[in-house]
DNA sequence: CGTTGACTTTGAGTTAACTCTAAGTTGTAT
DNA sequence: ATACAACTTAGAGTTAACTCAAAGTCAACG
């Protein structure tokens, strides 16, 4: 019915063997399985999925992945926690994204440099 | 005249091993010394450490600084793949800010979602 | 002159996040 | 039925970037 792990793997372009170690560790739920124990990737299962991948691919370390997932298991009495815990992600994320602006700056400023360098054939200061 | 190894350190929050290890591995270029040969960092020395740690902090590779080093001290025959270079790590830096922007709207709305969940009692669809 | 504290080097150890190996089981195609 | 690929697990190995330890040198102060 749902996906299977290499299915899974190809969709997200993630190594199967990154799916299970997510899945061991914590980052995302159990995933459903098959009468003979194969992994059945639900659309809620793939949502986790995808949700990790986002998260990982901007830099979230599996540590607060884990956390947030523990806070979510143990319900409804954990929402302040777990909107504190996005809250901290959150910031650490714009300050990344502050740091990340300001250095494409800086190499657009020296790539302009080399540029002019390339037309004048001399760079023009150092 | 210049810096002390710990002054730098101090000044850039970067520990003194982690300079050396700069130094060693050719992130930046020998450090000036004293005559006894202790680290007597100049303002073109201190330049480089803030290069790089801004570098480091925006996720470019060591790897990466170490080459453009390399082509830097090739001299003028290498200003076009230092120019290539830069663009590349430009390039991947803007494909960065992109997914950090995608994942900040992401954490926004689940924030959202829990503010609201925290305000009403529930949560207002999951 | 001795000791203190910052410096030096080489090289081993640590951490996060995978990534791979080995050994074994199962579903499917001939 | 039998082979073969894809699955399973536990656990060891890898990589990048530090980070620390050990052993030794050196300038300056009391």
Redesign the pocket.
Known sequence: MGL????V?EKYN????????????G?IPP?T???????DYSEEDIAWVEN?KCM?AA??????LIEYLRLYKEGDSTIRERKELLSQQRDLLIAQKKQLEETINKLDYKISRYENALKTGKLTWE
């Open positions: 299977t792990i290499k299915q793997s993630i190594p199967a063997n990154t799916l299970r170690y997510y899945e061991k560790a980052v995933v399985r098959t009468a003979s124990g194969i992994r990790a990982r830099g979230l370390s599996i540590e607060s």
